[in-house]
């Protein structure tokens, strides 16, 4: 099984890996340009995390992923497992128990739960040999996902919940979705979405919701972080401030600088063409991901590049709208550029997935 | 199942797959393009609304001006002092956030909300001041919490300080701060938030003059308000200073005489209406304005029934008594009704419209003449000069020699008082006028009301010989009002050289005046004892267990020639003008006499 013989090597994709590292390294400049002023030194912890990641993907490398796709039942049970006790246990970080800790480290097992989610599906649909989707595995899949992803909502962690309906999204349109199946989709979103509305969301996130509405609104509270992010963003023009220039940065106007708003620090200290340059590279990164699916050789395969792909590029999709404010802020960090080491991870392991699936073309089944 | 296949045929959903990558790619350039409508389309406008987030400008107060008495001491000074101010768009938990500054402070929540509230209009980044005239030990508690209290800020700020305590306190009113309806309704005066500014007296008259122009510093700050740098600076330019023509020893004089007493001085130059003392007594300390009275002081200060924030020289309504009579001298002499050698015999009491009216010598005077009348305030002379003359050639009089309107001293709410005439009571009472009451008016008593400035400009007026002057308090700023008027052609010089040979005698030559004499200096003056009384008053004094006694009055001038003082002196309750206020007089014009000496 752990076999990585010259052929294997050979097949490894590294210009995915190295667009992967190029973006990870521009991320540590601007969490440093963000975050020099404060003690932590985040940018060295991110780039430890970097290689922790790296060599995390390595590993996933080494391991055929059909043994991932195999294990994915037992992992589903530990993750709900890790999820639940989350959820009691945890120490309670910046308002949600998202967080558990081990020894020295702190893990989100949220973010793992995504990988795991991943694996699930590919499992599910591996031997799915129709062209269109049954209720059955519809109603079979929501379930499975459901469990882990209301556990999530419920710490509460939007953001990482919303990352959820990728996944699952991802994978009914791979199954093939009827028009009726769309439809009563569209309908059922929005009925949990009053409902949820109503019942579900927490003040602090309705008012996310509103103050995308009218961010003008209420300036200190939820709305301020879009309006600070939206000056820094307009205010970098053209070229940008410079590096480490932006007043809206260091002068600490921006919320989650290093974070979820990281993207918002290189609007203002590099400009239009900084965003241009950091969304092209995102393109043709995920491009050359998306393109892999031509390259799996069996259905699980496709499903997780699929999937996993689906998966970074929502989240950077979700990220740069919600910081310019064309979407609620729901706490989703851009993949490979935001301070945080299980995000960091999370990203590089679904990589790995890919890259996985990608180098493993030709292996015999 | 027919759908089943036996081959794995991926084409599906790699066509799938294929084109929700288009979608992605259609959404990442419409991304792209929002980025560019922000970035570059809109690029000024949040340019501009960052440069705001990252500037504050800061106002520098300017230091007032000082006010000075005549020979050049400080009266009004500037000293350094804290103040704390609220900003309230940093205020994260306002609940805590007044709880923490009421504690810091010693400041009780509700009033503390009172402050905040009364700046309600202000923009929230705008600092409110919550407390000033803070010393270096007060704010030391807030200054250690900065991290934790980021919506403090904490500058030092010069602060009145009126060196000499109560001395002048009429003279140079008190500052505060304006009330939300007055910085409504002078938008012309911009004030920065916790400013005082003049209310009364001097501060108030001439504060455009003494309130300087407040500096600017555009300061570069955090997200906190923490300042980071400084951009540029204005610095702020201190008010004009004002001089007044008070005389600081004549003034601490005319208020020691004046202690424990409610009443009035006031002295001034006849030949240039320069005030050289202005007293009334009770006084209040302008300091306690600037250090904020507690509520209870504060209530306890304006609910005082001797009203010790009342400048009685000007606001104070009084009968002017026996002094009248050097109003009905030169209203007889101008309008021929008596000439200096007509006599009258008083025999202690006459009848006038069939009632017994009473000189307040029961004896009687025997035969008197023009300066034997002044000399000793005798009243059947001038209830035979009134009969004879009526009440609208009094009126007439009066009003040219400056009763019943206001002197134009440079303060403010002065009062006009009343010269009754025929013609007043018709329009203000539609009665007519009964010669009975001629009779009281001539000897200053009926509806007749002055204010002791009046007294002291219209007793200039007779020392100067008839030439008018304006008063004056400040002699370094031109006035804001009109120059004195010009002599009235009515009267005639000789006429007032008649009256001050009686007021001369009725100081030198054992007269009612007696009391004012000073040795060597000549001095003229005319007494009063009025007996109107305010019903208020009455009940106040009766409740006080006090006798009930009639005001009492002075207003002369010293030398007889080439004149240099007028003190006019009123006393509340202070008995006969003889007994009480001409030897307050006196003290004074002895005083002057050794100030104008050569120093």
């Not at chain 1, 590292?21 to 440093?32: A, E, K």
């Not at chain 2, 500058?155 to 007055?182: F, K, V």
């Not at chain 2, 019943?404 to 007043?424: A, H, M, Q």
């Not at chain 2, 219209?458 to 002599?487: I, K, Y």
Request: aromatic share 8%; net charge positive; hydrophobic share 45%.
């Amino acid at each position: 099984m752990i076999m990585l013989d010259r052929r294997l090597i050979e097949e490894i994709d590294w210009v995915l890996i190295a667009l992967i590292l190029l973006q990870s390294l521009v991320g540590v400049l601007f969490i440093y340009s963000s975050s020099h002023f404060l003690p932590g030194a985040y940018h060295v912890r991110q780039l430890v995390w970097i290689g922790i990641s790296f060599l995390a993907l390595l590993v996933v490398l080494a391991v055929d992923y059909k043994f991932f796709v195999a294990l994915s039942g037992y992992l589903y049970v530990l993750i709900v497992a890790l999820l639940a006790a989350t959820l009691v246990f945890a120490r309670f970080v910046a308002g949600t128990k998202s967080w558990i800790s081990l020894g020295l480290m702190q893990m989100q097992p949220s973010e793992m739960a995504k990988i795991v989610m991943i694996l699930v599906c590919a499992r599910l649909f591996a031997e799915y040999k129709r062209d269109f989707l049954t209720t059955a595995h519809t109603l079979g899949l929501l379930f499975v996902a459901g469990v882990p992803f209301l556990l999530i909502v419920a710490q509460p962690d939007l953001g990482t919940a919303m990352t959820f309906v990728a996944i699952v999204g991802g994978s009914f349109i791979l199954a093939g979705l009827r028009r009726k199946a769309v439809i009563l989709l569209v309908l059922a979103s929005l009925v949990l979405g009053i409902g949820g509305w109503n019942v579900v969301l927490k003040d602090y996130q309705k008012k996310r919701v509103t103050s995308l509405i009218n961010p003008a609104g209420d300036p200190r509270g939820s709305g301020y972080q879009v309006i600070q992010s939206k000056i820094a963003i307009g205010s970098g023009g053209l070229t940008g401030k410079g590096f480490k220039k932006g007043t809206q940065s260091q002068l600490r106007f921006l919320p989650a600088r290093h974070t979820d708003f990281v993207f918002s620090v290189i609007g203002e200290e590099t400009g239009f063409l900084g965003v241009f340059t950091v969304i092209a590279l995102y393109f043709a990164l995920l491009a050359r991901m998306f393109l892999s699916v031509s390259k799996a050789r069996d259905r699980a395969g496709v499903y997780i590049i699929f999937t996993a792909t689906l998966l970074l590029a929502f989240q950077f999709l979700v990220n740069i709208l919600m910081i310019i404010g064309l979407l609620p802020v729901v706490g989703i960090t851009l993949p490979f550029l935001s301070y945080g080491g299980s995000s960091l991870l999370a990203s590089y392991v679904a990589c790995g997935l890919v890259l996985n699936v990608k180098m493993r073309r030709f292996a015999n089944v | 199942m027919p759908e089943d296949r036996i081959y794995e045929d991926l084409t599906i959903v790699r066509r799938r797959a294929n084109a929700v990558f288009w979608i992605f790619a259609v959404l990442a350039f419409l991304a792209l393009s929002y980025y560019w409508k922000v970035q570059i389309l809109e690029h000024r406008k949040y340019l501009d609304l960052a440069e705001a987030n990252r500037t504050r400008s800061r106002v520098l107060a300017a230091p007032r001006g000082l006010i000075l008495d005549r020979d050049k001491t400080i009266l009004a000074d500037n000293t350094a002092a804290f103040k704390v101010s609220l900003v309230r768009e940093s205020v994260k938990d306002e609940a805590a956030s007044y709880a923490a500054i009421s504690r810091l402070l010693g400041i009780d929540e509700p009033t503390l909300r009172d402050r905040v509230a009364l700046h309600k209009d202000l923009q929230p980044f705008e600092p409110i001041v919550i407390a000033d005239g803070l010393t270096s030990k007060d704010v030391a508690p807030i200054e250690s919490r900065r991290r934790e209290l980021p919506e403090l800020l904490v500058e030092s700020e010069p602060q009145r300080i009126y060196r000499s305590g109560t001395l002048a306190a009429h003279i140079l009113g008190y500052l505060q701060e304006q009330t939300a309806e007055e910085l409504r309704a002078r938008p012309e005066r911009p004030t920065r938030p916790g400013e005082l500014v003049g209310k009364s007296g001097i501060e108030r008259v001439y504060d455009d003059v003494l309130r300087g122009d407040d500096g600017l510093a555009i300061e570069v700050v955090d997200s906190l308000g923490r300042v980071q740098n400084e951009n540029a600076r204005q610095f702020p330019v201190q008010g004009d200073d004002v001089i007044l023509t008070i005389d600081r020893e004549l003034q601490a004089e005319a208020e020691r005489a004046l202690e424990g007493r409610e009443g009035v001085i006031v002295a001034l130059d006849p030949k240039t209406g320069e005030v050289l003392a202005l007293a009334s007594s009770p006084t209040y300390d302008p300091n306690r304005f600037i250090t904020r009275f507690t509520p209870k002081e504060w209530t306890d200060l304006i609910s005082d029934p001797a009203s010790p924030l009342e400048n009685r020289a000007i606001r104070g309504l009084y009968a002017p008594g026996s002094i009248f009579k050097l109003v009905m001298s030169v209203a007889g002499l101008t309008f021929g009704y008596v000439n200096p050698a007509t006599t009258v015999y008083c025999s202690g009491a006459t009848q006038i419209y069939g009632a017994i009216r009473h000189c307040w010598y029961e004896p009687g005077h025997g035969a008197m003449d023009l300066s034997d009348a002044i000399k000793n305030s005798c009243n059947i002379y001038f209830y035979s000069l009134g009969r004879r003359m009526g009440i609208n050639q009094i009126a007439l009089a009066a009003s040219r020699l400056g009763l019943g309107r206001k002197t134009g001293i440079d303060l403010v709410g002065e009062k006009e008082g009343l010269v009754p005439s025929s013609e007043w009571k018709q329009a203000a009472l539609k009665e007519p006028w009964f010669p009975g009451e001629t009779i009281s008016v001539a000897i200053g008593q009926g509806q007749l009301q002055v204010t002791p400035a009046q007294i002291a400009l219209l007793t200039a007026l007779v020392a100067a010989r008839g030439v008018p002057v304006r008063p004056r308090l400040v002699s370094n700023v031109p006035a804001a009002v009109d120059p004195a008027p010009p002599a009235d052609s009515l009267f005639k010089e000789s006429t007032f050289e008649e009256i001050i040979a009686g007021m001369w005698r009725s100081v030198n030559d054992g007269g009612t005046g007696a009391g004012a004499r000073v040795d060597g200096f000549d001095v003229c003056g005319k007494t009063g004892s009025t007996q109107t009384m305010s019903r208020e008053s009455a009940e106040r004094l009766a409740r006080a267990g006090r006798v009930i006694k009639t005001h009492s009055w002075f207003s002369g001038f010293a030398p007889r020639v080439g004149p240099r003082i007028v003190v006019t002196v009123l006393v509340e309750f202070g008995g006969g003008g003889g007994a009480t206020a001409a030897p307050v007089a006196g003290r004074l014009f002895a005083l002057w006499k050794e100030r104008m000496k050569p120093r």
